[in-house]
Structure formats: C-alpha cells, structure tokens
C-alpha cells in the first residue's frame, strides 16, 4: 500500500510538472505595451479624431480610482486579495449552477483566471479549457503582484464599443476620465466584462440599469458604500455620451 501511494504521488507529480511546463511563458506581461490608437489634437488639445480598432488608454494601479475597483471586485471577484489565484468554493457553486441549467450560465473564474483567459486563452466557454485556466492562474500568482494582475485586467479587458480598459470605456460611454466618474458611472462600467454586448447602457439601458444596481447593492453589503452614498448612487441620472460625430 505504501509503495502505490508513493508511486502515484511521484508520477502525479511528475504529470503536474509535465503540464506547469507546457504553459506558455508570462514574462512579457511584465512590460505590459498594448497598441494604442492614432489621436490627432487640435492646438488647443481637444481631441479631433480617433483612429484604430481598439480604443484604449493605459492607466497605472495607483490611479485607477478605488471606487472602480470596489465596483469591480465587488460583481467579479471579491476576494481577489485573499485567494491565491483560484476560488475553489466559487468554482463549485458555477458547476453546481451549470449542471442544474444543463449549460455554461457561470464560469467562476477570478481576475486571476480572467487575465489568464484574455491573454492567453479565448472566451469559448469549454470545460477542458478550465484546467488550463486553473494551472494559468497559479503561473501568474507566482510572478506577478495582485495589484499587478489587477492593473493588467483593467487595461486589457473589452468592455464594449471598441473599448479595451475602463480608461477608454469612461471616455466612451460617458466622456469622463476615470477619476471624473461617479459611483453609479462605476458600477455602471463594472458590469461591462461579463457581457459587454448584454450590458451595454447604450443598446441594453434597462438590463444595464439592472447590473449596476445590482452591483451597487453588493458594494453597499461588502462595506464600500453607506447607505446615504447607496441611496445617492441609485437615484443618480446616468447620462451617457451622445452618439456619432460632429
């Protein structure tokens, strides 16, 4: 018995290794260098035009505005600063949900294992690609910092109208910069990753709406929000950025 244990705990561990080295290397996230889009000013500095298939601004950790991340953590991954990349309960109540629905109605994934989708990965929701996902996850826990991570999935991620980031996406849909925006506006864009198209405020208002006092409700039980700034946040008007070209 001791030596069938000792054998299958060598050769798991030999097939674990075998699978860690097949990932694919992280070390260009460190210089994290997205292609941007041609602007063109005028002398002034107003913004004339805006070319390219991605809208996008980079933004550093330090000024992404806390109550965007709140709004974020709070509808994706609470307790991103907690795990070590996979949120092993959460996982099992997406199985447990997806298995009483007889499809893929939640993934569990953690910002974590989203960065690891988005950069590596692709948004075919498969069950072989969890795996990979998982093991992704543990690789960018071991190299890179939460705020890191974190800095990561907030430029990169596609939030709808050739958006990728919440920089561009608070100049898209309410022609703000991210420490311009209010806490509505917040919960508003933190509920664009899961379905951009879904919940997008301009083609979806009401299911939008819907997500973002959803969100709200979660930032005001996890501590983010008073009750006051709860009631200010959903009685707030949100008015988005007018349609087409002057």
């Known amino acids: 018995m001791l030596g069938l244990v000792l054998g299958g705990s060598l050769g798991g561990a030999y097939l674990l290794?075998?699978?860690?080295?097949?990932?694919?290397?992280?070390?260009?996230?460190?210089?994290?260098d997205p292609m941007l889009p041609m602007r063109i000013h005028a002398r002034d500095g107003t913004l004339l035009a805006e070319y390219g298939e991605e809208r996008r601004d980079v933004v550093a950790i330090e000024h992404?505005?806390?109550?965007?991340?709140?709004?974020?953590?709070?509808?994706?991954?609470?307790?991103?600063?907690?795990?070590?990349?996979?949120?092993?309960?959460?996982?099992a109540r997406a199985a447990l949900s997806n298995f009483r629905s007889g499809g893929h109605v939640q993934g569990g994934s953690t910002i974590t294992m989203q960065v690891a989708r988005v950069f590596f990965l692709n948004r075919v929701k498969t069950y072989r690609r969890k795996p990979k996902e998982v093991r992704l996850a543990y690789k960018l826990e071991s190299a890179y910092s939460k705020d890191k991570l974190l800095e990561l999935y907030m430029n990169q991620i596609y939030l709808g109208e050739r958006a990728y980031g919440f920089a561009a996406a608070a100049s898209v849909y309410f022609d703000k910069t991210l420490d311009q925006l209010t806490a509505a506006e917040s919960a508003m864009l933190a509920g664009l990753p899961k379905a951009p198209s879904a919940y997008n405020p301009v083609a979806n208002r009401e299911r939008a709406v819907a997500r973002q006092r959803h969100i709200l409700q979660r930032m005001h039980a996890l501590g983010h929000l008073e009750a006051e700034q709860l009631e200010q946040a959903l009685s707030e008007e949100l008015k988005l950025r007018p349609r087409g070209n002057s």
Do not use: S
């Open 64 to 91: 992404m505005p806390r109550q965007l991340r709140e709004a974020l953590l709070a509808i994706e991954d609470a307790n991103f600063y907690a795990h070590g990349g996979v949120d092993f309960a959460g996982l």
């Open 17 to 32: 290794r075998q699978l860690w080295l097949q990932l694919p290397a992280t070390d260009h996230l460190a210089d994290y």
